[in-house]
Structure formats: C-alpha cells, structure tokens
C-alpha cells in the first residue's frame, strides 16, 4: 500500500523558520495537501494543491514540491502554530487516499 | 455556513456493528466526494472510506475492506458508515470530511482537499 513519510518531530524558536517534508512515490502525478491539527479538534486544511493557501491561512505558512518531496513552511513561526501537521495525498490513480504520519511541531 | 455533524459513535464489543451517520448543511451536498477519516486515541489520520457524489462509486481502505460500507442519501444530506465484525483496533475518533473531486482519464483528482470536516465521533471496540 502506498505510504507518506513525515518526520515524527521537529522543534524551531519562536520567530525562526520550520520546515516539515513529506515524501512519496507518486507526490510528482498527485497533488500534495497539509492540515494542521490541535488537541481534541478536528484537523483544518493549511495548503491545498502543493503550495496554494486557503483564505483566512496566515501568510507565513507555505508549500512547495520538488520530485517525491513536497514541503510544509512556516516562516515565523509562532506560539499558536504548535500543533500535529498532516500530509495527505492519493496513490497515482487517485484511487486510495493516505495520510502521512503526521509531524509534531514544538515551539521552544 | 458549511457544518458536518458525525453521531452514532459509542461502546460496542468485539465482533460486533455500529451505523454511523455524517450530516450535512450550507453546501450542496450532492456535488461533492465524501470520506470518512480515523483517528486512534495518541494516533495519526488513517483515511478510511470514499464515496462520489453521486454513490456510485466508493473506495476503502485495505484495513476495512469487506468490514465495513460507505453510502450517502443526497435527498436527506447524509453520509453513512456501516460497520461490522469490529475489532479492538477500530477504536477511533471518526471523522467525515467533504472534497470536490473528479476523474479523468480513469485518474481521479482533488480540487482543494479536505476543507471541510465534522467534529468527530468517538468509537470504542471493548468487551
């Protein structure tokens, strides 16, 4: 079955750059999507289609793509943005959907 | 406003079944794709079932398959989750979500993702 890879953690200082990636086989046929998810709520979709941001999306958050690699940037990073983040995508045909394992972001 | 209200959730023994129900308002529900997406207590998402707009055609996860069945009633707004013969590791947090999405030459595609979810429902498989 087809699978996304996250890294489980990754800590930044308020204010500084964090980065998650996300990596899959078939992320180059299909488009890569990233939700951020707090304790006891539902997720809540932060890039869609690689690198487009929803409306009321702060800024600072951003994606990008690269071959099997997609990646999830917050720049300035703030106290709020500590949460899970989520890579989603589907295999090539579109046809079964998957999560990555999902990041923890920890603002020091 | 565009809400998702997941119940039906709750308490049921090994071996045994549970409907859930999604339901729907301010969107036209009959146009979109619907899923159902898990979430084990400490756990990540685990995307469990698809339906298109229309029911015709749906898709399950391997780790359901054959166990449970994904429908909706677009006259009544509602997507529904049959499942049986319920394991211990389908304990989760269940969640529906809506996408716009559509296929093309046999590839199917998502517009915007999961922009919309429900606030969860919680399922316990315990004797």
């Known amino acids: 079955s087809y699978e996304l890879t996250q890294p489980p953690s990754v800590s930044v200082s308020p204010g500084q750059t964090a980065r998650i990636t996300c990596s899959g086989d078939?992320?180059?046929?299909?488009?890569a999507y990233w939700y951020q998810q707090k304790p006891g709520q539902a997720p809540v979709l932060v890039i869609y289609?690689?690198?487009e941001r929803p409306s009321g999306i702060p800024e600072r958050f951003s994606g990008s793509s690269s071959g099997t690699t997609v990646t999830l940037t917050i720049s300035g990073v703030q106290a709020e943005d500590e949460a899970d983040y989520y890579c989603?995508?589907?295999?090539?045909?579109?046809?079964?959907?998957?999560f990555g394992g999902g990041t923890k972001l920890t603002v020091l | 406003e565009v809400q998702l209200v997941e119940s039906g959730g709750g308490l049921v023994q090994p071996g045994g079944s549970l409907r859930l129900s999604c339901a729907a308002s301010g969107f036209t529900f009959s146009s979109y794709w619907m899923h159902w997406v898990r979430q084990a207590p400490g756990k990540g998402l685990v995307w469990v079932s698809r339906i298109n707009s229309d029911g015709s055609s749906t898709s399950y996860a391997d780790s359901v398959k054959g166990r449970f069945t994904i429908s909706r009633d677009n006259a009544k707004n509602t997507l529904y989750l049959q499942m049986n013969s319920l394991r211990a590791e389908d304990t989760a947090v269940y969640y529906c979500?809506?996408?716009?999405?559509?296929?093309?030459?046999?590839?199917?595609?998502?517009?915007?993702?999961?922009?919309?979810w429900g606030q969860g429902t919680l399922v316990t498989v315990s004797s």
């Open positions: 078939a992320l180059p046929k299909q488009y």
């Open positions: 289609k690689d690198s």
């Open positions: 989603q995508s589907a295999d090539s045909s579109g046809t079964y959907e998957v």
């Open positions: 979500a809506r996408a716009e999405q559509y296929c093309t030459n046999g590839v199917c595609y998502t517009r915007l993702g999961f922009d919309y």
